[in-house]
């Protein structure tokens, strides 16, 4: 298997345990959302799992632009226009579309963010965390010996 093939799965692994934390701790910004509530906790596993596809898209963004696998490591304008472009425009579609068919509302406790009044912490994780998670996956990839360099 290629070394992006290794890379992603093991990004998505990644992905997948860290937003599952961020879910948990945003919990008290939706509605209907309980720390005592089984069905919470799977709501916000089910949705650290989509979290993971998006931040393997984001990824696979930025690896189609630089053809790299590890762009991310590179801070640079263009990275992080791909970066912040690409979390702000995938949370801002999904957050107005989940809200505006009323699959989840927030609580009160929500900052939002104008013009759109979409909650500020689904935006700051797809901004935030995906060069963390990236950079840890990369770790884990080095450690099992596969290649980050560039695509060929």
């Not at 720390?35 to 998006?54: E, K």
């Not at 791909?82 to 009323?102: R, Y």
Request: net charge positive; charged share 10%; with cysteine.
């Amino acid at each position: 298997m290629k070394s992006y093939g290794y890379f992603s799965i093991r990004l998505f692994i990644v992905s997948v345990g860290i937003n599952y934390i961020w879910e948990m701790a945003q919990m008290p910004l939706y509605e209907g959302m309980s720390f005592q509530n089984l069905i919470s906790w799977l709501l916000c596993f089910r949705a650290s799992l989509g979290d993971g596809i998006i931040i393997l898209a984001i990824w696979a963004t930025g690896f189609v632009v630089f053809h790299r696998i590890d762009w991310y490591r590179r801070i640079n304008l263009k990275s992080v226009f791909v970066l912040v472009t690409s979390g702000v425009l995938i949370a801002s579609v999904i957050e107005i579309h989940a809200l505006n068919i009323g699959r989840w509302s927030y609580s009160s406790l929500m900052p939002l963010v104008s013009p759109w009044e979409v909650g500020l912490t689904p935006l700051l994780q797809l901004i935030v965390l995906p060069v963390l998670m990236m950079y840890i996956a990369g770790q884990w990839n080095r450690k099992k010996g596969a290649t980050e360099s560039e695509a060929h």
